[in-house]
């Protein structure tokens, strides 16, 4: 069974920090491109960040410098390292995985591209 599961998420002050983990089963996660999205209430999903099969990354103009994506293919494992969080970064946070990406230096694969995806894990920025 294809399957992603998201952790890490909690609740955090302005300036804090947190660490999303994208856990990857029943496939070989190196053959695949992971994407991190968020939708907050009452929004549309969004693109925050991917990372391809070569470890080519890209990232939405708001978290640059902020947030970095990172693959370990060898634990099945994709992160999503998020610092300096703002009350804007709350969202509940989606992995998603899409085939055979070399790379997304240009940007990264439209939303409807991903062949499946996991199931969230909210992340709250509040004092």
């Known amino acids: 069974q294809l399957q992603l599961v998201e952790s890490g998420g909690g609740l955090v002050q302005p300036g804090g920090s947190l660490r999303l983990s994208c856990a990857a089963s029943g496939f070989t996660l190196a053959y695949y491109g992971i994407g991190w999205f968020r939708q907050a209430p009452g929004k549309e999903r969004e693109g925050v960040s991917c990372?391809?099969?070569?470890?080519?990354?890209n990232y939405t103009d708001s978290v640059k410098g902020r947030f970095t994506i990172s693959r370990d293919n060898a634990k099945s494992t994709v992160y999503l390292q998020m610092n300096s969080l703002k009350p804007e970064d709350t969202a509940v946070y989606y992995c998603?995985?899409?085939?055979?990406?070399?790379?997304?230096?240009?940007?990264?694969?439209?939303?409807?591209?991903?062949?499946?995806w996991g199931q969230g894990t909210q992340v709250t920025v509040s004092s």
């Open positions: 990372i391809s099969t070569s470890g080519s990354t």
């Open positions: 998603a995985a899409v085939p055979r990406v070399s790379t997304v230096r240009v940007m990264c694969p439209a939303k409807n591209s991903y062949s499946f």
